[in-house]
């Protein structure tokens, strides 16, 4: 799987009467066996403000994640990557929704977060990142 781009932004109100603006959106384009397809997670805003919960070793709510030359990588951006990592069968998939804290937690269970910034940096220099196994961004069991 090409990695061709990655980012997460917040929904904006299309109307008066709608609720986006408790929304925020992460998503990963990629191509894979030949075809272009983008990842929709469509989650909580909320969670922003809780991602320290998700994410182990975090000691508080730190955004952005990390910095690549000017650029800050917040949590928005690494839902959508973390949940294609934690199931592949995701790339068949065009969207998901997530309610809870629980779900999400779950995607982050295991992560290796410091192993993500990998794929920024091959974006950011070479415009993308081969991933070939999704197991390189779990962390590996202590013995």
Known sequence: MR???IKGYE???AQSNTSEDFFNRSEVTF???GEQRTFHV????YFDETFAEFIPNMQQNENPIFELENEQISFKDLVAITCLIKNPS????????INTKEELAGYFEGINISKLKEI??????????NLTSPLHFLKQPTI
């Open 3 to 5: 990695i061709t781009e």
């Open 90 to 97: 995701f790339r068949q998939r065009k969207r998901i929704y």
């Open 31 to 33: 191509e894979d066996e």
């Open 11 to 13: 929904l904006e109100k």
């Open 120 to 129: 920024f940096e091959s974006l950011k220099r070479k415009g993308e990142y």
């Open 42 to 45: 469509l989650y909580i805003r």
